[in-house]
């Protein structure tokens, strides 16, 4: 049965195909106009459509360089059929799943979810996907497990970035059990009704909406079930500036920057920062999962 949550989003408040996926030129005015201030409308209302075309320009994808175009330019290259993901540890059922076998005994929705970055810009996106619990439970996951760890493909002969030390390479992501079983929790396949671009994660990416965007790993094909707490690439690389949890909340700043107000995508040169909310705005469906936590000290 399909997960209904409180959602008061719709198709109107999207953000465009083109501005999602080619942020490039909206990002670099901001920037250059150094544009501040406080709420305003909201930014959604100001999106219009664009073209497919525009959409492919600009991503963060380090697996194929740090520049923003180099995803765009390089992606292209990296082969996705046929494709598997590896389920192993605390599972009755380990082995490679293929994503056509995946595909073929899930129920595939559009699931409408804001999406905030951790360098505190936003957007809407319609995303394609199922639910991650649907997957773990064709593999059996064991009582013993408390955790989940992801990992993202790595293939040195189409990824010109891993040559590069950025991180420690294969990018690792990581979730609580029951983080990864709430029912928000996806694994997307599409965006806009069409399959993921290969710089946008494509075959198969984790999104977890209510945290910031580099939680949700792309062109996953490891899924390990644990009992004890797993590295993240990122946790890793800087400690002091990026949780294990990451959860979106603007009371805890980036030891650089502000998370107390966001820059919605799509609005405009002009468009205003607006507040951003305690987990991304999925606070009535997720704030029980942190019960008795201190959300400044497990950030």
């Known amino acids: 049965m399909a997960y209904r949550w409180k959602n008061d989003l719709t198709r109107d408040d999207a953000t465009p195909e083109a501005i999602y996926l080619n942020r490039r030129q909206w990002l670099a005015g901001v920037t250059g106009l150094g544009l501040v201030g406080a709420t305003g409308v909201r930014a959604e209302e100001a999106f219009e459509p ?13 697996e194929f360089g740090t520049g923003k175009e180099d995803p765009a330019r390089y ?15 605390l599972v009755d059922r380990p082995g490679a799943y293929d994503f056509k ?37 064709m593999a059996g996951v064991q009582s013993g497990a408390k955790y989940v760890a992801f990992e993202t493909l790595l293939r040195p002969e189409e990824m010109p970035g891993v040559r590069y ?26 965006i806009y009704g069409r399959d993921i671009p290969n710089q946008n994660g494509a075959p198969l990416r984790l999104v977890v909406p209510w945290k910031y965007g580099f939680k949700s790993i792309k062109s996953v094909v490891r899924i390990t079930l644990m009992e004890d707490e797993p590295p993240t690439s990122w946790n890793k690389a800087n400690a002091r500036e990026y949780g294990f949890y990451s959860n979106v909340n603007p009371d805890v700043d980036h030891p650089r920057w502000s998370q107390a107000t966001e820059r919605r995508v799509g609005g405009g040169l002009f468009a205003k920062r607006q507040p951003t909310l305690m987990f991304n705005g999925y606070e009535d469906e997720v704030a029980s999962l942190y019960e008795g936590m201190d959300l400044t000290v497990d950030i």
Not at 50 to 62: A, G, K, L, S
Not at 166 to 189: F, Q, S
């Open 50 to 62: 664009n073209p497919w075309e525009d959409i492919t320009q600009y991503n963060n994808f380090y």
């Open 75 to 89: 992606a292209g290259q990296l082969t996705t059929t046929p494709w598997s993901v590896t389920i192993d540890g």
């Open 101 to 137: 076998d995946i595909m073929a005994q899930v129920t595939v929705e559009e699931r409408i979810y804001r999406f905030r970055c951790v360098e505190a810009w936003s957007m809407v996106i319609p995303w394609n996907g199922f639910e991650l619990s649907d997957l773990l439970d």
């Open 165 to 190: 030390p950025v991180i420690d390479w294969p990018y690792v992501e990581g979730l609580r059990l029951d983080e990864a079983l709430h029912p928000l929790t996806i694994m997307a396949t599409g």
